[in-house]
């Protein structure tokens, strides 16, 4: 099994920054795809970010955020710049053995451990 463990999260305010970070335990080896996903009130879970052999983003966080890993501290990491209020979530760690690429990186189904989530509040 794998836990994830998110931390980071916080209140900020827009414009700011704050980075987020993904701890995986217990079976990691061969974790190949990380991703981010966030959930505001009301809406649905929505893409974030995922890397593996490449990164990907989504539409809204595109030249904003940044995912990056570090594999000997078996942490994974979502750098957020310019902040906005509609960045406001819970944001959710995930990660899949396999590689997850193309029309599936945002498919919830294809990422098999999920994080509790961590809180970020942009405020106006």
């Known amino acids: 099994q794998v836990q994830l463990v998110e931390s980071g999260g916080g209140l900020v305010q827009a414009g700011g920054s704050l980075t987020l970070s993904c701890a995986a335990s217990g079976r990691t080896s061969g974790l190949n795809t990380m991703g981010w996903f966030r959930q505001a009130p009301g809406k649905e879970r929505e893409f974030v970010a995922s890397i593996s052999w490449s990164t990907d983003y989504g539409d809204s966080v595109k030249g904003r955020f940044t995912i990056s890993r570090d594999n000997a501290k078996k942490t994974t990491y979502l750098q957020m710049n310019s902040l906005k209020p509609e960045d406001t979530a819970v944001y959710y760690c995930?990660?899949?053995?396999?590689?997850?690429?193309?029309?599936?990186?945002?498919?919830?189904?294809?990422?098999?451990?999920w994080g509790q989530g961590t809180q970020v509040t942009v405020s106006s």
């Open positions: 995930a990660a899949s053995p396999g590689l997850v690429r193309g029309d599936r990186i945002g498919t919830e189904r294809y990422y098999d451990y």
